[in-house]
T-cell receptor
Framework: KAGVTQTPRYLIKTRGQQVTLSCSPI?????VSWYQQTPGQGLQFLFEYFSETQRNKGNFPGRFSGRQFSNSRSEMNVSTLELGDSALYLC????????????FGSGTRLTVV | KQEVTQIPAALSVPEGENLVLNCSFT??????LQWFRQDPGKGLTSLLLIQSSQREQTSGRLNASLDKSSGRSTLYIAASQPGDSATYLCAVPYAGGTSYGKLTFGQGTILTVHP
């Protein structure tokens, strides 16, 4: 059974550029969540998608956006990159229902220079 | 607002020791609690998921307990090995509202097991 797949694994971007990260959930998992992990702030929730709809959103500026496709794959986009956006971006997928656990991908390491 | 605290922040032990990692949360309205392991620069690997109605879960050398009323969970690692060296994170989904997809994490315990 394939796990959560995130692409690309590494990215280097310049300030002001935009970036798109991709996440393919485990087959049958329809909920996809995104997190940002930095040494100073730890793991912070970005947003969650289910059935192509954003159901929950964390406290991040509007430069951070996402979407989900009909096959449950999700993308997140960061526009006008800032140095502080350098982080490990993780996505997690879950079955529907609050009693289910989450499975995380290996992450995308974004470096903004 | 849910807050999760993990103690200790770091732990260094010799191989073979049994050890306990602690996790506390401020709001007991949780559906479950999940323990993860993270190797440097990697994603999170789920270790154990305890439902709010359960007291403990076991997987191999790992045993996690949950005391929902006191807001505490412990992860017990038996006969530690150098391969157990990693950061251990606990996380809870907040049941007090529409917390879809949102886990609140502790800051983690960095475990080093030396030969």
């Amino acid at each position: 059974k394939a796990g959560v797949t995130q692409t690309p694994r590494y990215l280097i971007k310049t300030r002001g550029q935009q970036v798109t990260l991709s996440c393919s959930p485990i087959s049958g998992h329809r909920s996809v969540s995104w997190y940002q992990q930095t040494p100073g702030q730890g793991l912070q929730f970005l947003f969650e998608y289910f059935s192509e709809t954003q159901r929950n959103k964390g406290n991040f500026p509007g430069r951070f956006s996402g979407r989900q496709f009909s096959n449950s794959r999700s993308e997140m986009n960061v526009s006008t990159l800032e140095l502080g956006d350098s982080a490990l971006y993780l996505c997690a997928s879950s079955l529907v229902g609050q009693n289910n656990g989450y499975t995380f991908g290996s992450g995308t390491r974004l470096t903004v220079v | 607002k849910q807050e999760v605290t993990q103690i200790p922040a770091a732990l260094s032990v010799p191989e073979g020791e049994n050890l306990v990692l602690n996790c506390s949360f401020t709001d007991s309205a949780i559906y479950n609690l999940q323990w993860f392991r993270q190797d440097p620069g990697k994603g999170l690997t789920s270790l154990l998921l305890i439902q709010s109605s359960q007291r403990e879960q076991t997987s191999g050398r790992l045993n996690a307990s949950l005391d929902k009323s006191s807001g505490r969970s412990t992860l017990y690692i038996a006969a530690s090995q150098p391969g157990d060296s990693a950061t251990y994170l606990c996380a809870v989904p907040y049941a007090g509202g529409t917390s879809y997809g949102k886990l609140t994490f502790g800051q983690g315990t960095i475990l080093t097991v030396h030969p």
